[in-house]
C-alpha cells in the first residue's frame, strides 16, 4: 500500500492502495488525483485491526450496505426475543401468584372447615381474591376460584385465570390448586 503523505496525514490512501490517475482519496476505495490522501477513506492508523480487516475484506468482495440489510433483517428477530423474554416472565409470575392464592385459599379452608362446615368455602375465597388483589391485580386477569373438597375430609381451593399477553391473539392461562386434610383439633385419652 503507498502511503501519499502530504495531505492530512491521515494514512494509508484508500487502505487499499489503488490509485488511478493522481491519488486524491475521496472515498470510494480508488484514489483519483495527485497522490494526496484526504482521509476520507479507510485510515490504517486509526482502526482496530479487526474493523480495518472487515471493511477492506467486504469492499474487496462488494459487499457495501450489508450491515444495513443485516440490521434489517436481525431487528424482528430481536424484537421477537425480547417480547418473548417479557411474555414468558409475565406467565411465569402470573403462575406463582395464582400458586400462592390458592395455597393461603387452602390454608384457610384446612383450618376452619371442621369448626364451619357451611362458612369455610367463602372465607377461603375471601383470602384467595385478598391474595390476587395484593400481588398481582393486573396479572392475573378474571380469576375463577372454586373450593374443592375431594374427599371427606379434604378441602382445598382451584384457580384458573387468563394472563396479560404481549402478542396479539394469543391467550394464556394458568392454572393452580391446592388441598390438604382438614385441620381437627384432638384430645388426649388419658
Not at 46 to 75: C, D, H, K, N, Q
Not at 141 to 169: C, H, M, S, W, Y
Request: net charge positive.
Amino acid at each position: 500500500m503507498k502511503d501519499n503523505g502530504g495531505g492530512s496525514g491521515r494514512g494509508v490512501c484508500c487502505g487499499r492502495g489503488v490509485c488511478r490517475g493522481t491519488g486524491v482519496c475521496r472515498g470510494t476505495g480508488v484514489c483519483r488525483d495527485r497522490g494526496v490522501c484526504r482521509g476520507q477513506g479507510v485510515s490504517r492508523g486509526r482502526m482496530p485491526g479487526f474493523v480495518r480487516r472487515r471493511v477492506e475484506a467486504a469492499s474487496a468482495r462488494g459487499e457495501s450496505g450489508m450491515t444495513a440489510i443485516e440490521f434489517v433483517l436481525l431487528t424482528p428477530v430481536l424484537f421477537f426475543l425480547i417480547f418473548a423474554t417479557v411474555q414468558f416472565a409475565l406467565y411465569f409470575f402470573a403462575d406463582h401468584v395464582a400458586q400462592a392464592a390458592a395455597q393461603a385459599g387452602a390454608r384457610k379452608a384446612r383450618a376452619t372447615a371442621d369448626e364451619n362446615p357451611g362458612g369455610w368455602r367463602g372465607e377461603a375465597t375471601d383470602v384467595v381474591d385478598a391474595y390476587i388483589r395484593q400481588l398481582g391485580p393486573k396479572l392475573v386477569l378474571g380469576p375463577d376460584v372454586k373450593t374443592i373438597q375431594p374427599e371427606r375430609n379434604t378441602v382445598g381451593v382451584e384457580i384458573t385465570a387468563d394472563v396479560p399477553t404481549v402478542f396479539p391473539g394469543l391467550d394464556f392461562t394458568v392454572h393452580a390448586q391446592s388441598s390438604g386434610p382438614v385441620e381437627r383439633f384432638v384430645e388426649e385419652d388419658g
